[in-house]
């Protein structure tokens, strides 16, 4: 009898934690799902909310280069054309499409379709081809960033008529019906640098900027944290000045990143005088940052190799140096790597560092070197955020866009180096 009831609470006993076991799977499925599902919202978000900003709109209208209206008679002076009355093209083609409108306001109103840089866009066309000089073509004019919303609202069945009058609306139907206003590809997105103007900003600053501030970051930590690892892994002595150096190097992986931002401005601003906004200072900042995550993963690399490695290069008569420079280098090299990608990944999307060495100031030309004022991507995007016009919303999630997909690439290269050249043992 006692046994029956031994068995019986051993069964139920086991019952008991097999139901346990199921309910902690389904809570981990659950957690997992949530997460999946709030990633899925994010993306879905900001796709929806950027996926305008790679069309704008723009009108047609028949330019006359004409050198009188301009002001010019001879194009490689370039006094003249920085003097040359360019925005007279466009609103001269246009008002020639509509030559109903007399008023000042309402010729106020009809060149406000068009963008401010329209007339500096031709000009840039005419310098390409200096056979257009008093000829007329059909060219696809950029439109306002206002005209720009309202139309993709439009198609959308939502019409935002927000900023413009019943009369703009109108001029707009009425170019739609002549099929003179569509959407094209946004070239200007990835081609140009910072504006006030919406449909003139584009992230090629921004990138320009983000690449040469990357180039500088791994120029410096990639090396420096491979030396130290290799250094603190197979010739440094352990003792207490080696455990402190690891276990400051722990908790500097662990620093805010603004703290290295705070450091860079004391040091290499203050102190050295470098200048502000530049690649350079910026990668000096995050080579700070980066490095103990790639001190860490390096020497993780260095550890998964066997020691039967070291023992056999020893056992031959390589001296030290050559078995840690001929044999653990390059089999520990493809986790190096992998550590050095996800540190600039995580680089690549910092921003509180960069805010505070000054890389936040509004930069319209594009970098040309190390030395030259950028910004970068993430800056961009804080910037773009912060701003009114309604038309910086989707150039935001855009640029956000633009941006995840460079990490998801970096990422995806660690994990695919990772896997295509590590070795198991």
């Known amino acids: 009898m006692s046994d029956s009831k031994t068995l019986i609470k051993i069964q139920h006993s086991l019952t008991q934690r097999n ?80 030559p109903d409108v007399s008023s000042r306001r309402d010729k106020r109103r009809l060149n406000n379709l068009l963008s401010n840089g329209a007339g500096f866009d031709l000009k840039d066309r005419l310098l390409a081809s200096p056979r257009l000089l008093g000829k007329t073509e059909s060219v696809w004019v950029l439109a306002d960033d206002d005209i720009d919303t309202y139309y993709k609202s439009w198609l959308d069945g939502n019409a935002y008529e927000a900023r413009l009058t019943g009369q703009q609306i109108q001029w707009i139907g009425e170019l739609h019906e002549q099929g003179s206003i569509k959407l094209k590809f946004n070239s200007n997105l990835f081609n140009r640098g910072d504006s006030r103007e919406p449909e003139q900003a584009g992230i090629r600053g921004a990138a320009v900027g983000s690449f040469l501030t990357l180039v500088m970051t791994l120029m410096l930590s990639f090396p420096i944290g491979v030396c130290a690892a290799i250094y603190l892994e197979e010739f440094a002595p352990k003792n207490r000045w080696t455990d402190f150096i690891e276990v400051n190097i722990n908790n500097l992986a662990a620093v805010p990143s603004i703290i290295f931002g705070l450091l860079g401005l004391a040091i290499f601003i203050n102190f050295f005088h470098v200048p502000r906004s530049v690649p350079i200072v910026g990668g000096l900042v995050l080579t700070l940052m980066t490095l103990p995550t790639i001190i860490i993963t390096s020497r993780a690399a260095i550890k998964s190799v066997p020691p039967s490695i070291r023992e056999a290069a020893l056992g031959v008569g390589a001296s030290r140096y050559q078995m840690v420079l001929h044999h653990v280098l390059p089999l520990a090299l493809p986790g190096m790597l992998t550590g050095a990608i996800i540190g600039m990944a995580q680089a690549l999307g910092e921003t509180a560092p960069l805010l505070m060495i000054g890389m936040v100031a509004f930069i319209v030309d594009i970098p040309n070197g190390f030395s030259d004022p950028a910004t970068v991507l993430p800056v961009q995007i804080f910037l773009w955020a912060d701003s009114p016009e309604r038309a910086f919303v989707e150039k935001t999630s855009a640029a956000i866009m633009v941006l995840l997909s460079f990490l998801i690439a970096m990422n995806t290269t660690a994990v695919w180096l990772r896997r295509r050249l590590e070795r198991r043992w």
């Open 19 to 98: 139901r346990a076991e199921a309910r902690f799977h389904w809570y981990g499925r659950i957690a997992i799902l949530i997460g999946l599902m709030a990633v899925a919202l994010l993306f879905i978000d900001i796709v929806g909310k950027g996926h305008g900003a790679f069309r704008a709109t723009y009108i047609n209208l028949d330019i006359r280069y004409d050198a009188d209206l301009i002001g010019i008679d001879n194009l490689s002076d370039t006094e003249q054309l920085s003097a040359g009355n360019w925005q007279a093209l466009p609103k001269t083609a246009l008002r020639e499409r509509f």
